[in-house]
C-alpha cells in the first residue's frame, strides 16, 4: 500500500470512530461530573486563576482554556459542548498515532487493523464524548510508549516529554516516567551514548513538571501532594473520604499497625490485583477478550515482531497494572484502566496476523482472500461494537428528570443536599454554578469541590 492509501483507510477509519462518538453523545445536556471540575478550571484559567486542585492535574482543562479563550457565554452549555468535542478530537487524533505504534510490530495491513481495533472500541469511544481527560491521557502515554520503541535514544528525551505531560494530566502520572525508564534500561543499554541521552532527558522531563511541583509546593506545602496520598490505605473508600474531611493521615504503615500485615495484604494487594484485573477484564468485551488470550501465548513465542517490542509492550503493561493496586483495591474505577486498552490490543493482533498470514496458507488463500478475510474480520468487529455501545445512548427523558429532580432538591430542602451515588443529583452542581455567569467564571470554591 502506498500513503495516499494509507491516510484514506485511516481518514475512513476515523470517520467510523466519529460516528460511533456521534450515537452516544448528547450536546443538549450540560457535563455533571468530573467533566464539569475540567471545565470549571478551564474556565478559572482563561481569568488568570491557575490554582492547583488537590484531586486532579490540571493539563486537561490548561488546553481547554485555550479554546475556551475564544468563548465569551452566558450559556454553561456552550462551555459543556466545546470541551466534549475537544475531548472527541484528541480521541480521533490518536487514532493514526496507534496506526504509527502498530508499524513497529506489524506491516501496512495489520497497523490498520491496530488503528482499528483502537477507533471502534465501544469504552473508548463513549469515554472521548464525557469532555474527561482520559482520551488526552491516552495520546500522551501512547506518544511516550511511540518514541521509546525507537532506536535512536535520543527519543528518550521526546519520550519523557511526554511523560511530563502526562504528569500534567494525572498527578499520579510519575508511574509513566518509571516505566519509560524502565523500558529504556532494558532494551537500549546496549547503546553508546543512552546513559548521556537518558541524563538529558531526565533534565528535560524534570523542567517539563517544575510548574507543576512549584505551584503544589506553594499551595499545598508538598509538590507530590495529592488528598488520595494521605488517605488512600484509610481501609476503604468510605472510611478514605472520611479521612479526608478530618484532614487525617493515614500510611501503609498505620493500616498494617492497627489491622495487621494478613489484612493489608488482602485488602490492598489481592483484592488490588484481583480488581484491576476484573476491571481490565470487562472492558475487554465484546471483541477483546477472545483475542487477547491468544495474542499473550503468541507473544511469547513472537517470529513476526522484535522481541524487544514485546519485552516493552509486556514492561508497560505488567508495571502499570503494578501502580494500579493499591489504588483499585479502593476503588476499581474502569476509568483507571483504560489507558492499558491500546497495549493490549498490539496482542490482540497477532492471533489475527497468524490465522490471516499462516492458518489460511493451508486452504490456498491468493493475497486477495486473505484481505478479503481480514476485511469480515474488521466488520464482524464493528458490528459487535455497534451493539455494546447501544447502552451508552444518551436518555435524554432520563437526563431531565435528574435535572428536574435536583432543582426539586435545591429548591425544598433549604439548601442542604447530600450526593447520592445512584446519580438522581448528578445536576446539584450544575444548577449551583449556572445560576449566574458569575458563578462559573469566578466562584473557586465551587471550582475545588465540584
Known sequence: MNNKQIIFYLILISLISLGFKLSVVDFSIPVNSDNLGYA????????????????????????????FGFINSENFLDYS???????????ISSIPVMYLIGRKFFDQRYSLVVASLFAFEPHLNYNSTLGLSEPILILAIIGAFYFILNQNTRFIIISLIMAGIVYWIR????????????????????????????????????????????????????????????????GSYELMLKAQVDNEKISAFDYIENYGIL??????????????????ARLTLPYLFILIPFGILFSFRAFDQKSNFIKANWI??????????????????????LYLLPFLMIFSVIPIQRVVEYGLNTFSFSRKQKD???????????????IT??????????ESEKLEFSKYALNNMHGVTLRDYGGSL???????????TENYKINSSIIQNA
Open 389 to 398: 455501545i447501544i447502552r451508552y445512548a444518551p436518555d435524554s427523558e432520563l
Open 171 to 234: 498527578i499520579n502520572g510519575f508511574w509513566v516516567f518509571v516505566v519509560i525508564s524502565i523500558i529504556y534500561f532494558l532494551t537500549q543499554k546496549k547503546s553508546r551514548k543512552f546513559l548521556a541521552n537518558y541524563g538529558i532527558a531526565i533534565a528535560v522531563f524534570l523542567l517539563v513538571i517544575s510548574p507543576v511541583l512549584i505551584e503544589r509546593n506553594e499551595e499545598f506545602g508538598d509538590p507530590f501532594y495529592s488528598v488520595y496520598k494521605d488517605t488512600i490505605f484509610a
Open 426 to 436: 448528578d445536576y446539584i452542581q450544575y444548577l449551583l454554578i449556572s445560576e449566574s
Open 316 to 337: 508497560f503493561i505488567l508495571t502499570s497494572m503494578g501502580f494500579l493496586i493499591f489504588i483499585m483495591a479502593i476503588i476499581p474505577e474502569k476509568r483507571f484502566v
Open 40 to 67: 470549571l478550571n478551564a474556565i478559572a484559567h482563561t481569568d488568570g486563576d491557575f490554582s492547583q486542585s488537590s484531586h486532579r492535574g490540571m493539563g486537561w482543562s490548561l488546553f481547554t482554556s485555550i479554546f
Open 372 to 386: 478479503f478475510f481480514l476485511v469480515s474480520i474488521l466488520i464482524i468487529i464493528i458490528i459487535l461494537s455497534s
Open 263 to 280: 489484612s493489608f495484604v488482602n485488602n490492598y494487594i489481592l483484592i488490588g490485583i484481583y480488581n484491576t484485573l476484573a476491571v481490565t
Open 81 to 91: 459542548n466545546t470541551i466534549r468535542i475537544l475531548s472527541m478530537v484528541v480521541g
